[in-house]
């Protein structure tokens, strides 16, 4: 199944974990180093895929989580996601975790339960994560 196109964002990357990650607008130019825990040199400076990753699903969760509270009547203000992308081994192979820690002030903690339930099927990061890598939603109110 193929989806409408409405943006297609458009990076390339060059030297692998220790390269460089250039957006063709060159809005995003970085150095990529890998992290020290993963064996590489954790240059200062630089990021890696695992951080660029938890950005993107960050941003893109928030922005899901304020659409369904407004689809709700119940707008959000001052909603954070921290995401942590956790990389390691998952058998013989490398896999990724993830943690989306939630906080969503001005709600009981069942509403923002029920909100970021919704916004987890909404969210294209979300979506397309399903089913191949473990997504941990911890959500607080104050």
């Given at each position: 199944m193929s989806i409408q196109k409405i943006y297609t964002a458009t990076a390339k990357a060059t030297g692998g974990r220790d390269g460089?990650?250039?957006?063709?607008?060159?809005?995003?130019?970085?150095?990529?180093?890998?992290?020290k825990e993963m064996g590489g040199p954790g240059k200062t400076g630089a990021?890696?895929?695992?951080?660029?990753?938890a950005a993107g699903y960050a941003a893109c969760f928030d922005g899901?989580?304020?659409?369904?509270?407004?689809?709700?009547?119940?707008?959000?203000t001052g909603?954070?996601?921290?995401?942590?992308?956790?990389?390691?081994?998952?058998?013989?192979?490398?896999?990724?975790?993830?943690?989306?820690?939630?906080?969503?002030?001005?709600?009981?903690?069942?509403?923002?339960?029920?909100?970021?339930?919704?916004?987890?099927q909404v969210c294209p990061y979300s979506r397309a994560t399903r089913?191949?890598?473990d997504v941990h939603l911890n959500t607080t109110v104050n």
């Open positions: 460089r990650a250039i957006s063709s607008d060159n809005v995003i130019d970085l150095p990529l180093s890998t992290p990021t890696n895929p695992e951080q660029l990753f899901a989580l304020n659409l369904v509270a407004r689809m709700s009547k119940m707008p959000i909603s954070t996601v921290d995401a942590q992308v956790s990389f390691g081994k998952d058998g013989d192979n490398y896999g990724l975790e993830v943690a989306l820690n939630l906080n969503i002030p001005g709600f009981t903690q069942q509403q923002a339960e029920e909100l970021v339930a919704k916004a987890h089913g191949n890598i």
